[in-house]
């Protein structure tokens, strides 16, 4: 069935470090895979997102990378800072039944703390 | 940026209430939906709410438990009914403005069942 392990569960460095998240998914016909950090008291937030025709997306100090064959991708954050500190979620899209949208399953979380 | 917001924030209610919260986006959208996240936990799609007809439910979720409106493109409501303390957990709606799969969420509501 559809499933989204995501590893870490916690994740702790020093600000500066770098982080990385990383998820694999069931599902080879998934095709969209979005990141989100969710800050306390907060809803999600999109940070970043990759389909399944590219390898790799930046965004200043994000990027997301995927792999298609081993079905994983991954969340890297460079020169942490502790604004950052926050639990990240990453999700995929699974199309069940053929129908033109799919249903979003989500990972279990990181909680990433920076230290300063 | 289209802003979304829900209604109310918080609450605290009794068992074997109803809340009906609501989720408020300031610009036509295709796709809304309802999750549920339950204390430290990730979050789970309750159903899709469809504008003009019924919601599509997701296994584990009931339209007695949690019915669901959509009477237009920039509003919809969800009922958790018939409450009991297994109901306390943050409920997020979520919107696809443009049909391509990315959702944003709104500020989540916040439910503590006594």
């Known amino acids: 069935g559809e499933n989204v392990e995501q590893h870490p569960s916690t994740l702790s460095v020093q600000e500066g470090d770098s982080a990385v998240i990383k998820c694999t998914y069931s599902?080879?016909?998934?095709?969209?895979f979005p990141w989100y950090k969710q800050e306390l008291g907060k809803g999600p937030q999109l940070i970043i997102d990759?389909?399944?025709?590219?390898g790799e997306k930046k965004d200043q100090r994000i990027a997301v990378t995927l792999n298609k064959t081993a079905k994983h991708f991954s969340l890297h954050i460079t020169e942490t800072q502790p604004e950052d500190s926050a639990v990240y979620f990453c999700?995929?899209?699974?199309?069940?039944?053929?129908?033109?949208?799919?249903?979003?399953?989500f990972g279990q979380g990181t909680i990433l703390t920076v230290h300063p | 940026s289209a802003v979304i917001s829900q209604k109310p924030s918080r609450d605290i209610c009794q068992r074997g209430t109803s809340l009906t919260i609501q989720c408020q986006v300031d610009?036509?959208?295709?796709?809304m939906f309802w999750y549920r996240q339950q204390p430290g936990q990730s979050l789970t799609l309750i159903a899709t709410?469809?504008?003009?007809?019924?919601?599509?439910?997701e296994s584990g979720f009931v339209i007695d438990k949690f019915p669901i409106s959509r009477p237009n493109l920039t509003f919809s409501t969800l009922t958790v009914s018939n409450m009991s303390p297994e109901d306390s957990s943050i409920y997020l709606c979520?919107?696809?403005?443009?049909?391509?799969?990315?959702?944003?969420f709104g500020p989540g509501t916040r439910l503590t069942v006594t």
């Open positions: 610009s036509q959208v295709t796709m």
């Open positions: 979520s919107v696809d403005f443009w049909g391509m799969n990315e959702q944003y």
């Open positions: 709410a469809n504008q003009g007809s019924e919601a599509t439910y």
């Open positions: 990759i389909r399944s025709n590219v």
């Open positions: 999700a995929a899209i699974f199309n069940a039944g053929g129908t033109s949208y799919g249903k979003l399953t």
């Open positions: 599902d080879s016909a998934s095709n969209y």
